[in-house]
């Protein structure tokens, strides 16, 4: 198991309404990267909504992009990351 | 063996407490799989935590409800009978079943006629194996099988094993692991809450302060001290057992001794001869619930107050009792027991003769039957004694073990026995075994990677019996020289010698030979570039499928696969690969079907399925049986993805590919393995870091045949900016490119249907057009970071207009379809004809075709109307 950060990109902007159509879109996701044991911790949007770096955790590359392809989310980049925190100076 | 539920026998029978909600859940997968979706139910706990008690529940209402239970247990004799389970079910299930099943076919019609047994139309069918901690190999092998073929049965399949028994390495992990996901219910018992455990023993009339305590709340526990009645709580579940038992007199303790040595349970005709009593004392036994009655034999309540009455019995008394049940069983004659329990006994009595000649008989039945580890144990157990058997004798029994210990993966130990064995063949100058042996050695050699000691030892084997003339000896030794040099590209030789060993082995008449060497031969010519090499490969395939040698169909099919890829005939290769992994994985042969998957990742690599690509390649590499040479080809698939889409990893992946690679000093691996280093240091930028390999390669090529090989170095190194002529022998996309022909180049890729090579060329092209197809061939592949660095350089030599990306594809497009596919979708749905969609569209009618596939594929539709239909619920939800 490792984390990974993942670059997306949507062209046309993404849109997760808060709402309930916006709750089961996130469950359905959820349920997809079930199947291939990755798990999505959080991700970061910019601003026009056309980018979001998304940060999980996987067995490996390939299976994120496996369950990028059944959730219908596009994966531009797989990248493996470690945590670093300026309070691990203190 | 099930306990009645006679009062008598049993005095305290009690409803189960908080298991409710596993009844529930065992009736759910009785449901669900009674819908026509078997399914595997894995119930799992502690020693007594009440696995059997559950089972028993829900088998009672199953029956109740109209279905047959099948049940079986596994032994824990010393060492468990082959296929124990399977026997009991078949005898339980009485007629057709049972006679087949004694007829005793090979393990995998046996197999198979259990699977029939199961479709065959009739009441629902829950089968119940216990204790698959114990289980011998050949029923792990059935628990696989079954696991991974009941789904389109309407059978529950339960079974139970206790999970601190289960070290990380213990096989039935493996088992578990490979039977499918989706398909596999999984309950872990708890032990009892301190109320239940307070109810228990208030139904008992008694009450414990410190049951609760003590006992933590283990069910077999609890039960034991509660029966055992009395002040005080024994300290230990083999108190509380002996407790129970203490109300027994001297004599009707002897009764528990015998019983106590004979799992699962012991007759009463066997324990009359061991043991004098009266019927008074069985008697005893079963009232105060210490034993109990099951078909006329006699058994603990549970297998842990049997282990812990053992442990009481003294040794000498021990072998005695063993002894007397040893010879009781064996005067009753041939089907009086198994073989496994005839050992077992022999063992406790310490009878070096007895086990001598029981054991390795023992051995044999189990290896028939597939139950690889049960074989090694009793021959292991004879070995032990084998000092005064005269030589020979030892020295097939150390060829025996070696041969169990190489099918259960211990290759150390197996060449270190069968090394043992070759000394003593020398010293008695039986040059045919000692030629076996030697070929024995080569190939345990072959499987760790050592291919200098693989090759000494085939010549070896062939120096030993050339002297003497034609022999069968002599015709595999020379088929196994002829795959050493297959291995080693000395393609020529390979076949010279691949004849000689054929027209013996034709002569002598012995069909695994001639499978063997024609394998050879015709792997070999395809290796030369010899389209006639198929020919003899397909009908070593023909023969061996024909007198069923599994693993001579399995090599020639993968033979025919790899040669057929290395020649980068991807798709007919794929083809050959599908249909070898589809036969393997149908017999369980893991270990070849892997090593086709592998080769297999790297054609559709090729093709341009990437996804199917690293589907493969992820299933090879997670699979713990795969030995370090079937990890080269996965691996490099995945470097070479990664490298090509920007993902992390890449360097781990293709670091390991070259170890292993390098070990097996083969060229083929060498050959694949440098060409993806070489393209992913091109991408990220360690072009220093490889140049020096690269050029061992390709030098290294150079002395073989393949033009694939010569020309994909040639290739790297002309990419990297070394001044390199195209190679007379190189393949002719990659020459081209070389010589600058680029347009060329890509047609032939294109042809070749490899998308990825040919968007390079194109890219190499001075035609601003083409080097923008290539760019937009990458995106659509996905290779992002081939774009990436493509865009950069195309931008440099002052291209423009240069294609972004791939279409947009956002979440609110919940069926993922790319904007044209939308389009031809809406006028699909709107009744028109694909001429009509191309008009409107201004489009080809193949490009429409195209589209439409792929919108029924992405919508799961099976046709236009279904699609339609589809598209309007979208369009309305």
Not at chain 2, 21 to 48: H, K, M, P, T, Y
Not at chain 2, 146 to 169: F, V
Not at chain 2, 560 to 589: P, S, V
Not at chain 2, 792 to 818: E, F, I, Y
């Amino acid at each position: 198991m490792a984390r990974y950060l993942i670059e997306r990109t949507f062209p046309d902007g993404l849109a997760i309404p808060i709402n309930a159509d916006g709750a089961a879109s996130c469950c359905a996701v959820v349920k997809g990267n079930a199947e291939s044991d990755v798990t999505w911790v959080h991700s970061y949007v910019t601003p026009d909504r056309k980018r979001t770096f998304c940060i999980y955790d996987a067995p490996n590359p390939e299976a994120i992009r496996r369950a990028g392809e059944l959730n219908g989310l596009p994966v531009d980049r797989v990248t493996e990351v470690r945590v670093l925190d300026p309070y691990f100076y203190w | 063996m099930r306990a009645s539920s006679n009062d008598e026998n049993q005095p305290d029978v009690m409803p189960l407490l908080e298991r409710q909600s596993f009844l529930d859940q065992l009736q759910d997968a009785f449901e669900l799989a009674a819908s026509g979706c078997g399914r595997v139910v894995l119930i799992s706990g502690e020693a007594g935590i009440g696995k059997t008690a559950l089972v028993d529940v829900f088998t009672a209402i199953a029956e109740a409800e109209g279905a047959r239970v099948l049940q079986g247990a596994c032994d824990a004799l010393t060492t468990p009978r082959p296929h124990g389970p399977l026997l009991d079910i078949a005898r339980a299930a009485g007629g057709r079943f049972k006679a087949l099943v004694e007829g005793r076919p090979e393990r995998e019609r046996m197999f198979g006629i259990f699977l029939d047994e199961l479709e065959r139309r009739g009441p629902q069918t829950v089968i119940v194996i216990e204790d698959a901690h114990w289980a011998d190999d050949g029923t792990l092998d059935l628990l696989r099988f079954l696991g991974r073929r009941l789904k389109n049965t309407t059978a529950l399949l339960i079974a139970t094993y206790r999970d601190d028994e289960l070290s990380s390495d213990h096989p039935l992990r493996g088992v578990l692991a490979d039977i499918s996901r989706a398909a596999v219910h999984r309950l872990r018992l708890p032990r009892l809450s301190e109320t239940a455990v307070q109810e228990l023993a208030g139904r008992a009339g008694l009450s414990h302060g410190d049951l609760y305590t003590l006992t933590s709340g283990n069910p077999f526990y609890v039960t034991e001290v509660l029966a055992a009645g009395g002040e005080g709580i024994p300290p230990s579940v083999q108190d509380a057992v002996l407790a129970r038992a203490a109300l027994l007199d001297g004599s009707a303790k002897r009764i528990l001794d015998a019983v106590s040595l004979s799992p699962p349970s012991l007759e009463r005709w066997v324990l009359d001869s061991v043991v004098e009593s009266d019927g008074e004392e069985v008697k005893a036994c079963l009232a105060t619930g210490t034993l109990v009655s099951v078909d006329g034999s006699l058994a603990f309540r549970h297998e842990l107050a049997r282990q812990a009455w053992k442990d009481t019995v003294d040794q000498s008394r021990a072998r005695d009792l063993h002894a007397g049940i040893l010879r009781a069983l064996r005067e009753a004659g041939d089907h009086a027991a198994g073989v496994s329990r005839l050992v077992h006994h022999a063992a406790g009595a310490e009878d070096g003769e007895s086990l001598l000649s029981l054991a390795p008989q023992a051995g044999a039945e189990a290896a028939a039957l597939g139950a690889h580890r049960e074989a090694a144990a009793h021959y292991a157990l004879a070995l032990n004694r084998a000092d005064a058997l005269e030589p020979s004798a030892r020295a097939e029994l150390l060829e025996a073990l070696s041969r169990e210990c190489s099918l259960i993966g211990d290759s150390e130990r197996a060449s270190q026995l069968l090394t043992d064995a070759l000394e003593i063949r020398r010293s008695l100058g039986d040059v045919g075994k000692q030629s076996e042996a030697e070929r024995g050695l080569a190939r345990l050699a072959w499987y760790q990677g050592d291919a200098p000691a693989a090759r000494r030892h085939t010549r070896a084997a062939i120096e030993v019996v050339e002297p003497l003339g034609d022999s069968r000896e002599l015709a595999r030794a020379y088929s196994a020289w002829s795959q050493v040099l297959m291995s080693a590209d000395e393609s020529t030789d390979a076949i010279e010698w691949g004849l000689t060993a054929l027209a013996m082995a034709r002569e002598l008449d012995d069909v695994e030979t001639v499978v063997h060497a024609l394998t050879n031969i015709g792997g070999s010519k395809l290796k030369l570039g010899d389209p006639e090499g198929r020919d003899p490969l397909e009908e070593s395939y023909r023969l061996a499928v024909e007198y069923g040698l599994h693993d001579d169909t399995a090599r020639a099919g993968l033979n025919l696969g790899e040669t057929t890829g290395d020649w980068r005939e991807a798709r007919r290769a794929e083809a050959y690969l599908d249909e070898t992994i589809r036969f393997c994985t149908d017999r369980d042969m893991d270990p070849y079907a892997l090593c086709g998957m592998g080769h297999r990742a790297l054609m559709r690599l090729w093709t341009g399925d990437w996804t199917a690509a690293a589907d493969d390649a992820q299933f090879v590499l997670g699979h713990s049986s795969a030995p370090p040479g079937l990890r080269i080809f996965p691996l490099l698939v995945l470097g070479r993805l990664r490298a090509r889409r920007g993902d992390s990893g890449v360097w781990e992946a293709l670091d390991e590919a070259r170890d292993v690679a390098d070990r097996t000093e083969e060229l083929q691996r060498i050959a694949t393995v440098v060409p993806a280093r070489a393209e992913a240091a091109w991408l990220t930028g360690r072009g220093d870091a490889v140049a020096e390999e690269v050029r061992a390669a390709h030098q290294l090529a150079l002395q073989g045949t393949n033009p694939w090989w010569i020309g994909e170095l040639a290739y790297w190194l002309w990419r990297a900016g070394d001044p390199v002529e195209a190679p007379e022998s190189a393949a002719q996309p990659y020459a081209l490119q070389i010589n600058g022909q680029s347009a060329e180049a890509a047609e032939v890729w294109k042809r070749m249907g490899f998308p990825f090579e040919q968007a390079l060329a194109l890219t190499e092209s001075d035609d601003a057009d083409a080097a923008r197809e290539g760019l937009q061939i990458f995106h659509r592949l996905g290779a992002r970071r081939v774009a990436d660095v493509v865009a950069a350089h195309l931008k440099a030599r002052g291209v423009d207009r240069l294609p972004r990306g791939p279409r947009a594809r956002t979440r609110s497009n919940p069926a993922n379809l790319t904007r044209r596919q939308e389009q031809v979708l809406g006028f699909l749905a709107d009744g028109l004809s694909n001429p009509e969609i191309a008009r409107r569209l201004r489009i080809s009618r193949k490009t429409v075709e195209h589209h439409v596939s792929a919108v029924l594929a992405k919508l799961g539709a099976g046709s236009r109307g279904e699609a339609a239909a589809i598209a309007r619920d979208l369009d309305s939800g």
